[in-house]
Structure formats: structure tokens, C-alpha cells
Nanobody
Framework: QVQLVESGGGLVQAGASLKLSCVAS????????MGWFRRAPGKERELVSA????????YYKDSVKGRFTISRDNSKNTLYLQMNDLNPEDTAVYYC????????????????????WGQGTQVTVSS
């Protein structure tokens, strides 16, 4: 099992940057595919970005391509999401999630793939 704790959210103005972190406790972090999801008020939870366990396969939602960068440091059991040029549409609670994965698996892109979730961190972008 793995426990996930996000941090790094906050209130920023449009055009600013934030870096989210997700620290995993428990064993085997490097063997999990990881993802960042978000849920905006009144909307469904959506996948923002995902990475497989080797970081060889990465997914981005179209609206964040070129602005967000996902990365993982397996030596620190930590997942990151660098978010640049934020806009009000990025306002949401951001969740880190982990999915059991094999060594040759690609990224996991559906909510059902992920069995472990953090508590979320709020990102608010003002115009």
C-alpha cells in the first residue's frame, strides 16, 4: 500500500506558477504509475497528467500541454507537477493518485486504474 500527501497549492494570479508535490509513504513507490487529477467546482474529476513508473511514457491533457510538466523522483518517493502560466480555468482541487503497474506498462489514463489517492490541494487562480 501507499499513502499520498499533496502540497504546494495556493492562491495566485493569472500567469503565475505553482509546483505541486506528492510525497508517498509505504513501499514500492517506483513501481506505481502516477497521475495528477483535478476537480473544479461543479465539474467531474479529470486527469491532468500521468507518468508511468519509468517516466518513459507521459500524458498531458490538451489544455495544459506546454504549461504543465509532470516528473517523479523515485529516490525521494515524490511526484511533482510544475504548473506555469496558470489561468482561472485551472482553478480546482488537485489530487495525486497511484496505480499498480508493471514494468512495461504505459501511463494509466482512467480513474478506475488508480487505487490510491491523496487528500487534494487547492489551486485558485484569480484573473
Amino acid at each position: 500500500q501507499v499513502q499520498l500527501v499533496e502540497s504546494g497549492g495556493g492562491l495566485v494570479q493569472a500567469g503565475a506558477s505553482l509546483k505541486l508535490s506528492c510525497v508517498a509513504s509505504g513501499q514500492g513507490f517506483s513501481y506505481y504509475a502516477m497521475g495528477w487529477f483535478r476537480r473544479a467546482p461543479g465539474k467531474e474529476r479529470e486527469l491532468v497528467s500521468a507518468v508511468n513508473w519509468s517516466s518513459g511514457d507521459i500524458y498531458y491533457k490538451d489544455s495544459v500541454k506546454g504549461r504543465f510538466t509532470i516528473s517523479r523522483d523515485n529516490s525521494k518517493n515524490t511526484l511533482y507537477l510544475q504548473m506555469n502560466d496558470l489561468n482561472p480555468e485551472d482553478t480546482a482541487v488537485y489530487y495525486c493518485a497511484a496505480a499498480a503497474s508493471g514494468p512495461y506498462d504505459r501511463v494509466k489514463t482512467t480513474t478506475e486504474d488508480y487505487g490510491y489517492w491523496g487528500q487534494g490541494t487547492q489551486v485558485t487562480v484569480s484573473s
